[in-house]
């Protein structure tokens, strides 16, 4: 069975930058996707970005394209999210995904879940 370990998150001004990491350990698989989605207060869970085995195509929510960079380090089995000009509408439990493919994890389909970072934007 796959774990995952997401770190990072923590409490930022408006415009700040954080880099998320999400460490992988069991019977991974090199073909995997891995993932970000993010839950607020009251708002259901949505997918962040995605990418795929190779870590040449990659996926991202229209509200984080531009400003969230998503890559991934097959040697270590580590995936990072890269967070730059952060909002207050970025604030939510940050969750690393792990997937069979990118286009399941774009769709909200993982087979793994972290257990979360908590990441908080305000001034």
């Known amino acids: 069975q796959v774990k995952l370990v997401d770190a990072g998150g923590g409490l930022v001004q408006p415009g700040d930058s954080l880099r998320l990491s999400c460490a992988a350990s069991g019977r991974t698989y090199d073909h995997d996707a891995m993932g970000w989605f993010r839950q607020a207060p009251g708002k259901e869970r949505e997918f962040v970005a995605s990418?795929?085995?190779?870590?040449?195509?990659?996926r991202y929510a229209e509200s984080v394209r531009g400003r969230f960079t998503i890559s991934r380090d097959s040697a270590r089995n580590m995936a990072y999210l890269q967070m730059n000009s952060l909002k207050p509408e970025d604030t939510a439990v940050y969750y690393c995904?792990?997937?069979?493919?990118?286009?399941?994890?774009?769709?909200?389909?993982?087979?793994?879940w972290g257990q979360g970072t908590q990441v908080t934007v305000s001034s």
């Open positions: 995904a792990r997937g069979d493919t990118n286009t399941d994890l774009a769709g909200g389909m993982a087979r793994w």
């Open positions: 990418i795929d085995y190779r870590g040449d195509n990659r």
